[in-house]
């Protein structure tokens, strides 16, 4: 398996611009997790999906932030308008139903001038 | 609400010297307990887990870690550091266990001094 797959790996845009994010988790994965790491805070959940329904977004920081996860293979975190304070690096996980472990994507490197 | 502390946001070790980072966890009832690590420009890496039996988990590249209830810790060692051990690592924890968030500590970076 090719693990959890994110795109694009870095992204530079400037403030106001639209972001998205994508995320394709491991093939029979049914928990999809989004997690965000900035050096100030460390490394946080932004909002997670369980058999593709949103579970729990109570970390995403405002309603600037939106998640969907349309199927099993794919989700996207879309940022609109973005801001400087946006720049970090985003996680995407992914775990199988009674596996105790996440599988983590290599992350996307978002840089917000 | 469960939080993870690392002690020490920053350690250096000698190559072939004792590693030891530290995590104490707060949680209402026993949670399960990761270990990752994290190389530079990577994503994060399951160390290891503990989740029930046995207290004393082995992990990869030579780690383990002990489940100390009455202490709310869960240390991780490696008789000798190499080289190749510098990275940042990150404990975490599980809270109800299963297919949950994790809550992070901070992290640690570890430096391996030759």
């Known amino acids: 398996d090719a693990g959890v797959i994110q795109s694009p790996r870095h992204e530079v845009t400037e403030m106001g611009q639209e972001v998205t994010l994508r995320c394709k988790p491991i093939?029979?994965?049914?928990?999809l997790f989004w997690y965000r790491q900035t050096m100030m805070r460390g490394l946080e959940l932004l909002i997670y999906f369980n058999n593709n329904v949103p579970i729990d977004d109570s970390g995403m920081p405002e309603d600037r932030f939106s998640a969907k996860m349309p199927n099993a293979s794919f989700s996207t975190l879309k940022i609109q308008p973005s801001e400087p304070r946006d720049s970090a690096v985003y996680f995407c996980a992914s775990q199988r139903e009674g596996w105790n472990e996440q599988f983590f994507g290599p992350g996307t490197r978002l840089t917000v001038l | 609400a469960q939080s993870v502390t690392q002690l020490g946001s920053h350690v250096s070790v000698s190559e072939g010297a004792l590693v030891l980072l530290r995590c104490n966890y707060s949680?209402?009832?026993?949670?399960?307990l990761f270990w990752y690590v994290q190389y530079p420009n990577q994503g994060l890496q399951l160390l290891l887990k503990?989740?029930?039996?046995?207290?004393l988990v082995k992990g990869i590249n030579g780690f383990e870690a002990e489940f100390k209830k009455s202490e709310t810790s869960f240390h991780l060692t490696k008789p000798s550091a190499h080289m190749s051990d510098a990275a940042e690592y990150f404990c975490?924890?599980?809270?109800?266990?299963?297919?949950?968030?994790?809550?992070f500590g901070k992290g640690t970076r570890l430096s391996v001094i030759a």
């Open positions: 503990y989740t029930t039996g046995a207290t």
């Open positions: 975490a924890v599980s809270d109800p266990p299963g297919n949950t968030p994790l809550v």
């Open positions: 949680s209402s009832v026993p949670p399960y």
């Open positions: 093939s029979g994965h049914n928990s």
